[in-house]
């Protein structure tokens, strides 16, 4: 049997595998039914967030459906908002949900599907410690304004006296492009810290006020890897994948807190989507949450141009929210609560190309 450590390796080896083998289709079903009779070829790109689990169901989906082929470029939230705007691609993904006047540039109305649920986990180099360390959000926030510049600060050692800490420079590491993983963090730490939120607030991009940029999940896991005495945010697949630690976070319950699937989940207890079909689960107060979660969407036009790129976009989504989801925990993602599944459900049947419903019985 696989375990997860070795499915995501797998999982991670590239876009260019991805390609290769949702290229491979041809008119007959093997594994599944088509989607139809027609080929038909899907790109999509933004969010390296959900890269790994993207990848997995795209995968799986083209062995049963080989009709259909389905690219994706990860290459963050930004990039998958501009790319779905332009219409150069037929989704777009994104974990931060679009702002207003992202949506009024389009030429269309963008619907979020909400697809897992994800942890961003703080990560770090501390030379001869691998252990997990308990970080306070008040001290995750002064690390990354630039206030807490050493691993043995008395605020970093206090909540973990079993840990012995070097007298060494702490160095962050930031995302440099436009980033859904950054919005998320940022958020959190915008709720947490009144300065942070004023000197350098929420966003998929924001001025850093120290430390070095990289870019993508991979690009700053990388960085923070040959790094000594680096700290970073990242997706957890990208730490786990790395062998790098993750901090136990204090959340709002008063509870350190790992970004186990469990925990995640319970980040998203209760909510309630509204009409817009997105929602911040960051700092939630339900305990046992870990505190920086947060769904990731896929972005599609409520009307299609292309009413058979329009269908098999749908058929993948629906899809995703079902039968995908069983792929979700092995690679350390959380999968919809129900009620969500629903929600999505009912939003899907609203999608059309023109008058016609993309969704057959819908």
């Known amino acids: 049997m696989i375990d997860r450590r070795s499915l995501l390796s797998l999982v991670l080896a590239g876009t260019a595998a991805l390609v290769v083998a949702c290229n491979k289709g041809g008119d007959k079903a093997s594994g599944g039914e088509a989607t139809g009779s027609e080929n038909v070829t899907l790109n999509g790109a933004g969010a390296t967030f959900p890269y790994p689990l993207y990848s997995k169901w795209m995968s799986e989906y083209n062995k049963q459906h080989p009709n259909v082929r389905i690219n994706y470029q990860s290459i963050g939230s930004g990039g998958g908002i501009?790319?779905?705007?332009?219409?150069?691609?037929?989704?777009?993904?994104?974990?931060?949900?679009?702002?207003?006047?992202?949506?009024?540039?389009?030429?269309?109305?963008?619907?979020?599907?909400?697809?897992?649920?994800?942890?961003?986990?703080?990560?770090?180099?501390?030379?001869?410690?691998?252990?997990?360390?308990?970080?306070?959000?008040?001290?995750?926030?002064?690390?990354?304004?630039?206030?807490?510049t050493k691993w043995n600060d008395e605020r970093i050692t206090g909540p973990n006296p079993d840990a012995k800490l070097p007298d060494k420079n702490i160095s962050v590491v930031y995302r440099s492009d436009g980033s859904g993983t950054t919005a998320v963090f940022t958020e959190y730490l915008a709720k947490v810290s009144d300065e942070f939120k004023d000197k350098v607030g929420a966003g998929k991009s924001v001025k850093w006020p120290t430390g070095l940029?990289?870019?993508?999940?991979?690009?700053?896991?990388?960085?923070?890897?040959?790094?000594?005495?680096?700290?970073?945010?990242?997706?957890?697949?990208?730490?786990?994948?790395?062998?790098?630690?993750?901090?136990?976070?204090?959340?709002?319950?008063?509870?350190?807190?790992?970004?186990?699937?469990?925990?995640?989940?319970?980040?998203?207890?209760?909510?309630?989507?509204?009409?817009?079909?997105?929602?911040?689960?960051?700092?939630?107060?339900?305990?046992?949450?870990?505190?920086?979660?947060?769904?990731?969407?896929?972005?599609?036009?409520?009307?299609?141009?292309?009413?058979?790129?329009?269908?098999?976009?749908?058929?993948?989504?629906?899809?995703?929210?079902?039968?995908?989801?069983?792929?979700?925990?092995?690679?350390?993602?959380?999968?919809?609560?129900?009620?969500?599944?629903?929600?999505v459900e009912t939003k899907l049947e609203t999608l059309r190309s023109g008058d016609k419903k993309l969704l057959s019985g819908s």
């Open 82 to 148: 501009r790319q779905i705007s332009a219409r150069t691609v037929d989704f777009g993904a994104t974990d931060a949900p679009m702002k207003d006047e992202e949506a009024k540039k389009a030429p269309g109305t963008l619907i979020h599907i909400p697809t897992t649920l994800g942890a961003v986990v703080v990560t770090y180099n501390v030379p001869d410690y691998t252990g997990s360390l308990k970080l306070t959000p008040d001290v995750i926030a002064d690390v990354f304004l630039g206030k807490i």
């Open 213 to 343: 940029g990289a870019k993508g999940n991979e690009g700053v896991t990388g960085q923070i890897k040959t790094t000594p005495g680096s700290i970073g945010y990242v997706e957890l697949a990208y730490a786990l994948q790395n062998k790098l630690p993750t901090a136990a976070i204090k959340n709002k319950a008063g509870e350190f807190v790992q970004p186990a699937i469990a925990a995640i989940t319970k980040a998203a207890d209760g909510v309630e989507l509204p009409d817009s079909m997105h929602a911040s689960i960051t700092d939630s107060a339900t305990p046992g949450a870990y505190p920086i979660s947060s769904f990731t969407y896929i972005l599609v036009y409520e009307d299609a141009k292309d009413a058979a790129k329009g269908k098999a976009v749908a058929e993948f989504l629906k899809w995703a929210i079902h039968d995908g989801q069983k792929f979700a925990d092995a690679l350390h993602y959380a999968p919809l609560p129900d009620a969500v599944v629903k929600k």
